[in-house]
């Protein structure tokens, strides 16, 4: 624990340290607004497709729950039983991988090829969804149309700031514990553009709140993000729900997983570590940058610190990154589990939510 002075010294040097960036944020603040105002204006081309798009985004680096709200309503799209297979389509730029343009996720691709998040998906639900990249997400979805007709809804991941594509929804999420209104652009900040630019929502979501947050907090949240937005938009707050842990292979079992080493390459783990050490016992957390290329030596490094009663347990998106890594004696041997991790709407706003996309024509 850092003592009272350590604290003091390490505070002024962040504040002087933000004061140091906070021109820097200015400058760059200042040339996203301007992308935006020529957007806004007109002078830069943009793409209303004719089949509905919903868009799913943020205006900070970093983790905010993208995945597991396109998940969400990945599920709430396959609830409508009268749905066609691939009548919808989920399209990311494919952070991370290796290939460009547009591509269709298939069996044979790895995180090398169309990145972890959209072969996360893959794994969950391509036996019924379109998982596609492609950085240009206008010619994307005009492929989507010309050669795949069966696509009537597109999900766009991360595509806040993409202002080549209109979608039809914007849905905007801020971390609860970390929300826009409190932070500043790149590089004193987090966000990707002035806090102003929350206007293009047509609703915002507060994700990872607590699920104990009082309707006072609530309302205190909403008062805060109200000057950011239009007056129309409906503010939603949402939680995470983890599930079982999943074994990676079909011997192992998670009934008596208790003592655990944890893996992750998020944003921020805080969350999740958070949640380990109440429901496990936690013996040690290796955390890895967002999106990190497992190397073989890597996960080596992590079974030596595995012992007898003790399980590996990562994320979804790690999965699919380790386990291609695995030997088939090692799958099916060795304690490793994902820990799947949804979006819950506190009490009140799903049915909300429900309504909105509803209106929308999802």
Same mark, same amino acid.
């Given at each position: 624990?850092?003592?009272?002075?350590?604290?003091?010294?390490?505070?002024?040097?962040?504040?002087?340290?933000?004061?140091?960036?906070?021109?820097?944020?200015?400058?760059?603040?200042?040339?996203?607004?301007?992308?935006?105002?020529?957007?806004?204006?007109?002078?830069?081309?943009?793409?209303?497709?004719?089949?509905?798009?919903?868009?799913?985004?943020?205006?900070?680096?970093?983790?905010?729950?993208?995945?597991?709200?396109?998940?969400?309503?990945?599920?709430?799209?396959?609830?409508?039983?009268?749905?066609?297979?691939?009548?919808?389509?989920?399209?990311?730029?494919?952070?991370?991988?290796?290939?460009?343009?547009?591509?269709?996720?298939?069996?044979?691709?790895?995180?090398?090829?169309?990145?972890?998040?959209?072969?996360?998906?893959?794994?969950?639900?391509? +036996?019924? *969804?379109?998982? @596609?990249? %492609?950085?240009?997400? #206008? =010619?994307?979805?005009?492929?989507?149309?010309?050669?795949?007709?069966?696509?009537?809804?597109?999900?766009?991941?991360?595509?806040?700031?993409?202002?080549?594509?209109?979608?039809?929804?914007?849905?905007?999420?801020?971390?609860?514990?970390?929300?826009?209104?409190?932070?500043?652009?790149?590089?004193?900040?987090?966000?990707?553009?002035?806090?102003?630019?929350?206007?293009?929502?047509?609703?915002?979501?507060?994700?990872?709140?607590?699920?104990?947050?009082?309707?006072?907090?609530?309302?205190?949240?909403?008062?805060?993000?109200?000057?950011?937005?239009?007056?129309?938009?409906?503010?939603?707050?949402?939680?995470?729900?983890?599930?079982?842990?999943?074994?990676?292979?079909?011997?192992?079992?998670?009934?008596?997983? +208790?003592? *655990?080493?944890? @893996?992750? %390459?998020?944003?921020? #783990? =805080?969350?999740?570590?958070?949640?380990?050490?109440?429901?496990?016992?936690?013996?040690?957390?290796?955390?890895?940058?967002?999106?990190?290329?497992?190397?073989?030596?890597?996960?080596?490094?992590?079974?030596?610190?595995?012992?007898?009663?003790?399980?590996?347990?990562?994320?979804?998106?790690?999965?699919?990154?380790?386990?291609?890594?695995?030997?088939?004696?090692?799958?099916?041997?060795?304690?490793?589990?994902?820990?799947?991790?949804?979006?819950?709407?506190?009490?009140?706003?799903?049915?909300?939510?429900?309504?909105?996309?509803?209106?929308?024509?999802?």
């Amino acid at each position: 624990m850092l003592k009272k002075g350590n604290v003091t010294k390490l505070l002024v040097k962040q504040l002087v340290l933000f004061l140091i960036l906070l021109p820097f944020s200015r400058i760059y603040g200042l040339i996203t607004g301007i992308r935006n105002l020529l957007y806004n204006r007109g002078l830069f081309e943009s793409f209303k497709p004719d089949i509905l798009t919903v868009s799913v985004g943020n205006i900070t680096v970093g983790g905010t729950g993208k995945t597991p709200m396109i998940e969400y309503l990945i599920k709430r799209h396959r609830a409508d039983k009268s749905v066609r297979p691939f009548d919808l389509a989920t399209l990311s730029r494919g952070y991370g991988r290796r290939t460009t343009g547009f591509r269709i996720t298939q069996d044979q691709d790895t995180a090398e090829t169309v990145g972890d998040e959209p072969l996360q998906l893959y794994r969950k639900f391509g +036996r019924r *969804v379109r998982v @596609v990249v %492609g950085e240009r997400r #206008a =010619d994307a979805i005009q492929h989507l149309q010309r050669h795949y007709p069966e696509v009537r809804r597109v999900l766009l991941d991360d595509a806040f700031q993409h202002r080549a594509v209109q979608p039809h929804l914007n849905l905007l999420l801020t971390d609860y514990n970390r929300p826009f209104y409190a932070d500043h652009p790149f590089p004193a900040g987090r966000l990707r553009e002035n806090r102003h630019g929350a206007r293009r929502a047509d609703a915002v979501i507060v994700t990872k709140c607590p699920g104990d947050l009082t309707v006072q907090e609530q309302d205190r949240i909403q008062v805060l993000i109200r000057p950011y937005i239009r007056p129309e938009t409906p503010i939603f707050f949402a939680g995470l729900r983890y599930g079982r842990p999943v074994p990676f292979g079909s011997v192992t079992s998670a009934e008596e997983l +208790r003592d *655990v080493v944890l @893996v992750s %390459g998020l944003a921020n #783990a =805080d969350l999740l570590e958070q949640y380990v050490q109440q429901v496990f016992v936690l013996w040690e957390h290796f955390r890895f940058a967002d999106h990190y290329a497992y190397t073989r030596a890597d996960l080596d490094r992590l079974l030596s610190r595995l012992a007898p009663g003790v399980g590996l347990l990562t994320t979804e998106k790690d999965r699919v990154k380790l386990d291609a890594l695995l030997t088939p004696d090692e799958r099916n041997r060795l304690p490793l589990y994902s820990l799947p991790i949804e979006v819950e709407f506190l009490p009140g706003y799903e049915a909300k939510f429900d309504e909105l996309l509803q209106t929308t024509g999802y």
